[in-house]
């Protein structure tokens, strides 16, 4: 397996600007995760899916985060209009919920990074 | 509320001598404990986990973790650290309430592992 995909690797836009930042999780994971890394944050969890289904999102910062899943293959996290304090690194995890899910792996994509200028 | 500490920002150690990592978790039931490893420009990658059973868990590339309940402890170790060991790593625990699948992690420490 090719494992979890992040598109782009970088993006650079300047302030007010829309940003799609896309996610293909590894092929059979049924449950999906939006990370932002920072240096003055860390790892912030900002929102997960389970089957496509949103199932915690209390960790996106504001109203211009938004998060969709369509499928199982594919999501994206979207800022509109970014600013600059929305510049760091973007993870994607997946990972396979069976019986006590909280058991489970969670496997992370390379990573988007982001500077909003 | 889950949580996580590791004490010190960064670790440093020479190549071939034993590496700990600290760190020690809060929780209202029974922690699932994770370590991830994160090199420069890339995902964080799974080394090893304790969910229940031996307190001594073996993971990838050689490292082990302690799993110590009266102390809220899990380490991370290596008994000889490689230059090739420097990277960032995450220590990461869930509450193992069914329903649970958030990971609280860790602010990472830095190794730095000197020739």
């Given at each position: ?70 499928n ?46 | ?11 440093n ?26 090199y420069?420009?890339r ?12 307190n ?60």
């Amino acid at each position: 397996d090719a494992g979890v995909i992040q598109s782009p690797r970088h993006e650079v836009t300047e302030m007010g600007q829309e940003v799609t930042l896309r996610c293909k999780p590894i092929s059979g994971h049924d449950y999906l995760f939006w990370y932002r890394q920072t240096m003055m944050r860390g790892l912030e969890l900002l929102i997960y899916f389970n089957n496509n289904v949103p199932i915690d999102d209390s960790g996106m910062p504001e109203d211009r985060f938004s998060a969709k899943m369509p499928n199982a293959s594919f999501s994206t996290l979207k800022i509109q209009p970014s600013e600059p304090r929305d510049s760091a690194v973007y993870f994607c995890a997946s990972s396979l919920g069976t019986g006590m899910v909280a058991k489970n792996i969670q496997y992370f994509g390379a990573g988007t990074r982001l500077s909003v200028l | 509320a889950q949580s996580v500490a590791q004490p010190e920002d960064q670790v440093n150690v020479a190549e071939g001598n034993p590496l700990t990592v600290k760190c020690t978790y809060s929780v209202s039931g029974n922690p699932y404990l994770f370590w991830y490893v994160q090199y420069p420009n890339r995902g964080l990658q799974f080394l090893l986990k304790y969910i229940t059973g031996d307190n001594l868990v073996k993971g990838s590339y050689g490292f082990e973790a302690e799993f110590n309940k009266s102390q809220t402890s899990f380490h991370l170790k290596k008994p000889s650290a490689l230059v090739s060991d420097s990277a960032l790593y995450f220590c990461a625990v869930r509450d193992g309430a069914r329903g649970n699948n958030r990971l609280a992690f860790g602010k990472g420490n830095q190794v730095v592992v000197i020739p």
